[in-house]
C-alpha cells in the first residue's frame, strides 16, 4: 500500500529504451498523474540545485560546460564505465529525487500516481508502490532505438545497456509486463488491459464547456486518432494518418476545439519535466484567435496547472508567431530559451524549438520542485 492515502500508485521501470516513457504518457491518457523520477534527477543536479555541488566535490569541476552548468554527457561517460562512480552518482541524487517525489504525490488531486525510475527496484521507491510495472524489448531493438533517438553509435548504445542491472529480474518482479516490441496500437492496447486490470475505468472523452457557449474543448484520445488526423492534415498543413496519431500519443495529449457540433480547431501538448510545450496549434481561418486560440490555451494551462507544470511554453509559425501583442494579452512573451533562467525550461525549449518557430513563454507557478538554493 502506497505512502498516499486513497492514491493507488504504479511503479514503471524498465532499462533503457524499452520504452517507459510512452507507456507512461498513455497511462496519463487514462487518467493517471505521472512523475519521471529520472527527469527529476536531471533536475537535481542543474546549477545551484541540491545535489549540484556534492557531484562537482566527487567528480570534479572538469564536468561544467561554457555555462557552467554539469555536462551530462560527461557526467553519463564517467558513470557508465564503472559501477562505483554509477553507485557515488545515486547516493548524491536519489535522496533529492525522493523528495521531490514525495512533495509531487502529496499535492496531486489524481487518484493514481505512476512514478517511472530506471532504479526503481533498486531504491526505496518500489516500497511506496502497489503495482510494478515493466516495459521489456530485445537489446537489439533498444541499441536501435539509442543510435536513432540520442545518437549513439552501436558500441556505446551496447555499453549503456549493459550497464543497467539485469532486465530479468526486473521482469521476475513484475505484476505486469509490457512488451514494446510492435505498433503503438499493440502498446496501447496492452497499457489498457492493465489498468483495467488494476480495476481502473478507462478515462471517458472529457467535454469541457466554455463560458457563453460558443465553443466546447474536448479531450482527444487514442480512439479518436483517425479524426485527430483529419484535423490536422485540413489545418496543420501536414499530411498525418490515424496511425501517427497513434505514435504521437506516445509523446503528447490533443484538446480539440467543437463549433456548431464540428471540429474546427487543436492543440497537441505535453507536460513534461513539469513544463508545458504546446507544439501544435491550428484553428479554422474564420475563427477569431481572441476566441479560438484563447479557448484552447486557457484549457491547457488548466490542465497543465492539475499537473503541476510550472511554466508554459508555445512554439508558433507563420502569422500566429507574429501576433505579438495578442500572446501578451495572455500573458506570453516573446523568448529565447536562453533568457528562461531555469536549466529545466531552457533544456525542454531548446528540444522543441526549430528555426520555423518562435517561443512564447508562461511562468505558471512560483514555488518550483528543487529549486536552487
Known amino acids: 500500500m502506497s505512502n498516499w492515502q486513497g492514491k493507488y500508485v504504479i511503479g514503471l521501470t524498465g532499462n533503457i529504451a524499452t520504452g517507459k516513457s510512452v507507456v507512461r504518457k498513455m497511462l496519463e491518457h487514462l487518467g493517471a498523474y505521472s512523475i519521471d523520477a529520472d527527469a527529476l534527477s536531471h533536475r537535481a543536479m542543474a546549477k545551484g540545485a541540491p545535489a549540484y555541488q556534492p557531484i562537482l566535490n566527487t567528480f570534479g569541476q572538469w564536468l561544467l560546460d561554457a555555462n557552467q552548468e554539469i555536462d551530462r554527457a560527461r557526467l553519463a561517460q564517467v558513470v557508465f564505465s564503472s559501477p562505483d562512480a554509477l553507485k557515488?552518482?545515486?547516493?548524491?541524487?536519489?535522496?533529492?529525487?525522493?523528495?521531490?517525489?514525495?512533495?509531487?504525490?502529496?499535492?496531486?488531486?489524481?487518484?493514481?500516481?505512476?512514478?517511472?525510475?530506471?532504479?526503481?527496484?533498486?531504491?526505496?521507491?518500489?516500497?511506496?508502490?502497489?503495482?510494478?510495472?515493466?516495459?521489456?524489448?530485445?537489446?537489439?531493438?533498444?541499441?536501435?532505438?539509442?543510435?536513432?533517438?540520442?545518437?549513439?553509435?552501436?558500441?556505446?548504445?551496447?555499453?549503456?545497456?549493459?550497464?543497467?542491472?539485469?532486465q530479468k529480474d526486473k521482469i521476475e518482479a513484475a505484476d505486469i509486463v509490457i512488451d514494446n516490441t510492435g505498433s503503438f496500437e499493440e502498446l496501447w492496447k496492452q497499457v489498457s488491459a492493465g489498468w483495467k486490470k488494476i480495476n481502473r475505468k478507462e478515462k471517458v472523452e472529457e467535454v469541457v464547456e466554455v463560458k457563453g457557449g460558443v465553443f466546447s474543448v474536448k479531450r482527444g484520445l487514442p480512439k479518436n486518432a483517425e479524426a485527430i488526423a483529419a484535423l490536422m492534415t485540413r489545418l496543420g498543413n501536414v499530411e498525418m494518418n490515424a496511425g501517427g496519431v497513434m505514435e504521437a500519443f506516445g509523446e503528447k495529449a490533443f484538446f480539440i476545439l467543437v463549433s456548431d457540433a464540428k471540429l474546427v480547431g487543436l492543440a497537441g501538448w505535453q507536460v513534461?519535466?513539469?513544463?508545458?510545450?504546446?507544439?501544435?496549434?491550428?484553428?479554422?481561418?474564420?475563427?477569431?484567435?481572441?476566441?479560438?486560440?484563447?479557448?484552447?490555451?486557457?484549457?491547457?494551462?488548466?490542465?497543465?496547472?492539475?499537473?503541476?507544470?510550472?511554466?508554459?511554453?508555445?512554439?508558433?509559425?507563420?502569422?500566429?508567431?507574429?501576433?505579438?501583442?495578442?500572446?501578451?494579452?495572455?500573458?506570453?512573451?516573446?523568448?529565447?530559451?536562453?533568457?528562461?533562467?531555469?536549466?529545466?525550461?531552457?533544456?525542454?525549449?531548446?528540444?522543441?524549438?526549430?528555426?520555423?518557430?518562435?517561443?512564447?513563454?508562461?511562468?505558471?507557478?512560483?514555488?518550483?520542485?528543487?529549486?536552487?538554493?
Open 88 to 166: 557515488k552518482l545515486e547516493e548524491i541524487v536519489h535522496p533529492f529525487v525522493g523528495q521531490a517525489v514525495e512533495l509531487l504525490a502529496k499535492r496531486s488531486k489524481h487518484e493514481v500516481i505512476v512514478i517511472e525510475a530506471i532504479k526503481l527496484l533498486e531504491g526505496e521507491l518500489a516500497s511506496l508502490c502497489d503495482s510494478i510495472w515493466v516495459t521489456d524489448a530485445s537489446e537489439a531493438l533498444q541499441a536501435s532505438r539509442l543510435m536513432k533517438k540520442r545518437g549513439l553509435d552501436e558500441t556505446t548504445a551496447h555499453q549503456r545497456i549493459q550497464a543497467q542491472n539485469s
Open 272 to 373: 513534461e519535466n513539469l513544463v508545458t510545450r504546446t507544439v501544435d496549434l491550428c484553428i479554422n481561418a474564420d475563427i477569431a484567435p481572441k476566441d479560438g486560440y484563447k479557448t484552447l490555451i486557457e484549457e491547457i494551462e488548466k490542465a497543465s496547472k492539475s499537473l503541476q507544470s510550472e511554466a508554459s511554453l508555445l512554439f508558433l509559425r507563420g502569422d500566429v508567431a507574429k501576433s505579438e501583442e495578442f500572446w501578451k494579452t495572455l500573458g506570453y512573451e516573446k523568448r529565447t530559451p536562453e533568457s528562461l533562467g531555469v536549466q529545466a525550461w531552457k533544456d525542454s525549449a531548446k528540444e522543441k524549438l526549430t528555426p520555423d518557430k518562435t517561443l512564447f513563454f508562461k511562468q505558471l507557478r512560483v514555488d518550483r520542485v528543487l529549486r536552487p538554493i
